[in-house]
């Protein structure tokens, strides 16, 4: 039974269901995965290990009972520490919150908990969500599992290194600027940024509250369509959370794509890319050129040069409203030594945050304020428009469009933590995608040197089931997904 951590949820739902095996026995599993390997990865912030195993009682009985159990009833996922969950400890690990509580759950979470999935714990991320590495943590950095001198991306990097690992059957993460997309193709598993609005943000800690989504880290896109269907959907407590109808994501994967036009966006296949990055993600063009789609590889979209600039204006700007609530009076860190209100708000601030999270601030602040508003932000509100009027036009002749999902293979841990520049600069293929809202997925594409090289898949807004389709088919067609890092 150890290697029950090992399944899909596809997998272990159909076992759970024909009661091969019960959901105490692979909670316990999974478990046990995470008492023999995490202290080498680093992916949990907090184990739930007793609420888990009660979890796992409860959807014992329902599966016993022979209801209409849902494919996530039984199954084990692990949360991002910046999503709240009542009970929980949710720190965004960050010492500002390193002991805060939440009084309630995030929507997905109340979704989840609906399904009656078994909520693991809680996983390691760069703080506030700001880095691409995981190297931001407050408390520690998590490992790649395919090389644990190496980062596994970022902000989600425990999120994506535990599904990687087999320390989780799923995982949700938050996508600002490809938090979910690059740290699914550094660890060679799947990453979902779903169009924005399709899944509530309300009980996700808020980074830059326009750009910033809820999605799930998954074993194979089956999982995640799995994933999506139980989290999607209108939330009346979010007014930026759309009402469209929720499909049932699993219906479009079909395992060709006959008759499906896709786009190569030249800008994306950016001066610095790794050579064999590159050959691997040409390698998987043709692939999908075989399944049957038409692949045209003169598409450009020009605005894209900008995507990097505009976003380090739009995010931080965002991230300095979003974080001047933290004055150590209300809740998390506060500081206590000090003679005046004031002194105690700017100490809180200089002591509970980090060195990334305060250059951000800064950096909104000075966008912000009086004398560069319209230099800086109003400016970089209109490069928004216009990338996201390119998205627009391009997908009138194109299904999907697809590029890298990072420039580069996973870089050595404290390579670029000097360098701020350059690591920004890791984004730089999913950024856009942020800013123009629509939906996007990164899919294990192949390896270099046996470090992991995702590929990305751009859909239309809320073309989530057209992205799904293109990315099945060339899972089903290859066998990256089913290979596993040495620590497996």
């Known amino acids: 039974m150890k290697n029950l951590c090992k399944l899909s949820i596809e997998q272990a739902s159909t076992m759970l269901k024909k009661r091969e095996i019960s959901s ?66 949710t720190t965004c690990s960050s010492k500002m919150l390193e002991n805060f509580i939440p009084p309630y759950n995030a929507t997905v979470i109340d979704k989840l908990i609906s399904t009656e999935a078994v909520i693991l714990g809680k996983a390691n991320m760069d703080e506030f969500a700001m880095g691409s590495s995981t190297e931001n943590s407050a408390f520690f950095c998590t490992s790649n599992p395919w090389d644990l001198q190496r980062v596994p991306g970022g902000s989600s990097g425990g999120s994506a290194a535990a599904v990687a690992a087999d320390e989780t059957l799923a995982a949700l993460g938050s996508d600002t600027g490809g938090s979910i997309r690059q740290p699914a193709g550094f660890c ?141 009076v209300k809740y998390g860190f506060s500081f206590q030594n000090a003679s005046t209100i004031w002194e105690a708000m700017e100490k809180t601030k200089q002591f509970g945050f980090g060195a990334e999270v305060k250059r951000r601030i800064m950096l909104g602040t000075y966008a912000l304020s009086a004398g560069y508003y319209d230099a800086y932000y109003l400016k970089a509100q209109k490069i928004r428009t216009l990338i996201r009027r390119e998205f627009t036009e391009a997908f009138k002749k194109y299904d999907a469009l697809i590029t890298p999902t990072s420039p580069t293979v996973p870089f050595k841990i404290g390579e670029k933590t000097n360098d701020p520049v350059q690591m920004y600069l890791s984004d730089v293929c999913t950024l856009p995608i942020n800013i123009a809202g629509v939906p996007a997925v990164s899919i294990p594409a192949g390896f270099v040197d046996n470090l992991p090289v995702g590929m990305q898949i751009i859909g239309n807004f809320f073309g989530e089931e057209t992205i799904f389709r293109t990315a099945y088919a060339y899972e089903q067609a290859t066998e990256w997904h089913k290979q596993k890092p040495p620590i497996a």
């Open 188 to 328: 060679s598993v799947v990453g979902l940024k779903p169009t924005y609005g399709r899944v509530s943000r309300y009980g996700l800690v808020a980074f830059a509250s326009s750009l910033d989504q809820i999605g799930p880290f998954t074993k194979t896109v089956t999982d995640s369509a799995l994933v999506m269907n139980a989290i999607s959907g209108h939330d009346e407590h979010d007014s930026t959370s759309v009402s469209n109808e929720v499909p049932d994501f699993t219906k479009t994967l079909v395992p060709d794509l006959r008759g499906m036009k896709l786009g190569i966006p030249k800008e994306y296949f950016v001066e610095g890319m790794q050579p064999e990055v590159k050959t691997v993600l040409i390698t998987a063009i043709r692939k999908l050129e075989q399944l049957g789609a038409s692949i045209d590889w003169e598409v450009s979209l020009p605005n894209t040069k900008y995507a990097l600039a505009a976003y380090y204006i739009l995010a931080p700007a965002e991230a300095s409203a979003n974080l001047a609530r933290y004055d150590g």
């Open 24 to 89: 105490v026995e692979l909670t316990d599993a999974v478990l046990e995965r995470i008492s023999s390997i995490d202290n080498k990865v680093h992916a949990f912030m907090t184990v739930c290990r007793d609420s888990a195993l009660q979890m796992a009682k409860k959807a014992d009985k329902t599966l016993a009972s022979k209801k209409d159990a849902g494919a996530l009833t039984g199954i084990p996922i692990l949360i991002k520490d910046n999503i709240c969950t009542k009970g929980i400890r």
